[in-house]
């Protein structure tokens, strides 16, 4: 709310009332914080908004779980946009060919097949732009609302994460496979063409 003569409720003045008290929370208990989910039952006397969330992921980890936990929390959200930046730029690496296909027909014996068929790599690059979707979504969610220990989070993190992990795995064997391929001798080329 940008008018607060319009504000009948009070919320914009109470947000940032919650918000100030949570930044007070954290500069009181620096390193241990006041305790997982123990923010709206923290009650000094100065409090204002007593029995009330912070209404701010970044702050509501920092009050509650200290400057340890807000790293750890802040590695966790970090990691989520590496592994949808990761899958991303490793599916453009390994973009199947649909002119390759079309034109040269199947692999003959002996060539590297690739690491993923052209439908798997249409649903793990649907899959990674929704989880960048998701991810920013939660970020600017999260900004307005206390919900550091709710499910949502670490479902997407593991979403997010996971196709990396698995594409990893799946070009492993095939760089494997081309390091331990025999060499082609030159002349065989030459006989080849001949």
Request: net charge positive.
């Amino acid at each position: 709310m940008t008018d607060e003569s319009k504000d009948e409720y009070g919320t914009a003045q109470a947000r940032r009332t919650l918000l100030r008290e949570s930044l007070d929370a954290y500069l009181q208990n620096p390193i241990t914080g006041v305790g997982a989910a123990q923010f709206k039952n923290w009650n000094p006397t100065t409090r204002e908004q007593a029995w009330h969330e912070s209404h701010d992921v970044w702050l509501q980890v920092a009050a509650e779980l200290g400057t340890g936990g807000l790293i750890v929390f802040i590695f966790l959200v970090g990691r989520g946009v590496l592994g949808v930046l990761r899958t991303r730029r490793l599916l453009a690496r390994v973009k199947p060919s649909r002119k390759r296909a079309r034109r040269d027909g199947p692999s003959p014996a002996g060539d590297e097949c690739p690491p993923v068929s052209r439908d798997e790599w249409v649903f793990l690059d649907a899959h990674s732009a929704a989880m960048a979707a998701a991810i920013v979504g939660w970020i600017v969610c999260a900004s307005f609302a206390s919900v550091a220990y709710n499910w949502t989070f670490y479902y997407l993190l593991a979403l997010a994460v996971a196709p990396y992990d698995i594409l990893r795995a799946r070009l492993r064997p095939a760089a494997a496979h081309a390091a331990h391929a025999p060499a082609r001798p030159a002349w065989r080329h030459e006989v080849a063409r001949a």
